[in-house]
């Protein structure tokens, strides 16, 4: 990773999302030349801005990224490119399906473009476990996303092509919209805590697990493949009750007065997320820590090699899926949620001593 990066001008669209800051706290540890942050929420770039003002490797800038003309700038010069920036919660997605295309389809065909213009030498793409076997205009759209990339890699020709690639992985546990801090919330406040069905699981991952994972599959990164990243899996009834079993006494409450109410599935909920299908099995190598789906249509993209020398690849053996895998024990959920940036730092703080 230190050699990857060494020297390289690096670009992260959505600095300012959860994923986006990480991935900026992340680079900056390693000797890059430059870190460029997009962002078009102005209030997220001016903290970034003021928590980065002695940092002159990282520089700012307000945009939207559904303007190619304006990537272009931006991207001009740079190595790398970390494509973030979306429209991720399922339900506004749903109520705004045009603004919802905008930026999670227009907005990487913009990306496309720039980089493709500016001989960006890879692009990756953060996708998410919404992608497979889609049931809402979320996940529609980001595996829209991931075809686009994918495609991108036959509009690149000659010397220099910039690689286009993709990851995909389920729930980063702290970010905004996740369950973790809907269930801590709603402990403070007495309950209930809310839950749409008792059998439900979910692939969950760390903050900082889940953004080095994805900047190692930059390094990986031939052009046109989606990585999936293998992670554990959770029972949500089971991480509710430990939740509520910890955190209870941190909020002067008894654990058995805080209600744990079954409120039934939301619309296009799956009671399992997915992050590898049937069909992509059959074309899918198993890279250790990752999955690494191959393009459906291998002909238009047979100047691309497939291998991977800094892992052992075998062929998938089937389908991914939380309903499969094993989750974790009780045990097990008490130490991930102690890990650093699952629970906020203050109720954490308060759990150590």
């Known amino acids: 990773m230190q050699k990857f990066f060494k020297g390289a001008k690096v670009g992260v669209t959505g600095v300012g999302g959860t994923v986006g800051r990480e991935l900026l706290l992340q680079l900056l540890n390693l000797p890059v030349d430059e ?27 307000l945009c939207d990224i559904s303007e190619s003309h304006n990537l272009e700038r931006m ?14 919660h399922v339900p506004l997605c749903e109520k705004s399906p045009f603004t919802a295309v905008k930026t999670n389809i227009l907005g990487v065909e913009s990306v496309i473009r720039a980089a493709l213009s500016c001989k960006v030498r890879k692009v990756l793409f953060t996708s998410s476990d919404k992608a497979v076997n889609p049931t809402n205009v979320m996940g529609t759209s980001k595996l829209m996303g991931e075809r686009m990339m994918t495609a991108a890699n036959s509009m690149s020709h000659g010397d220099g092509d910039t690689a286009f690639t993709s990851t995909r992985f389920g729930n980063v546990v702290g970010s905004s919209g996740s369950v973790v801090p809907l269930f801590c919330q709603q ?19 760390s903050l900082s697990q889940a953004t080095e994972l994805v ?19 959770v029972s949500i009834k089971e991480l509710a009750e430990v939740m509520i079993e910890l955190l209870a006494p941190v909020y002067e409450r008894k654990p058995e007065d ?10 296009g909920e799956k009671m399992y997320e997915e992050l590898l299908n049937e069909e992509e099995v059959r074309r899918t190598l198993d890279a250790g820590p990752f999955f690494a789906i191959l393009p459906a249509f291998r002909n238009i993209y047979e100047k691309v090699e497939y291998t991977y020398e800094e892992v052992d690849t075998k062929p998938a053996a089937g389908v991914y899926n939380s309903f499969k895998q094993q989750p974790f024990t009780i045990n097990e959920i008490r130490d991930f949620l102690f890990l650093p940036g699952v629970l906020p730092d203050e ?4 759990l150590e001593t």
Do not use: C, N
């Open 215 to 233: 900047m190692q599959s930059m390094t990986l990164a031939k052009g046109g493949e989606v990585f999936v990243t293998k992670m554990p899996v």
């Open 187 to 205: 402990i403070a406040k007495g309950g209930p805590v809310t839950l749409t069905d008792p059998m439900m699981t979910r692939f969950v991952m």
């Open 347 to 350: 109720i954490r703080e308060k």
């Open 75 to 88: 991207f001009s010069d740079l190595d790398y490119v970390f494509h973030t920036a979306a429209f991720k």
């Open 258 to 267: 805080v209600e744990l109410k079954i409120i039934g599935p939301r619309p």
């Open 35 to 61: 870190v460029r942050g997009l962002e078009i929420h102005e209030s997220h770039l001016f903290s970034l801005d003021e928590e980065y003002r002695d940092e002159e490797r990282y520089h700012p800038f």
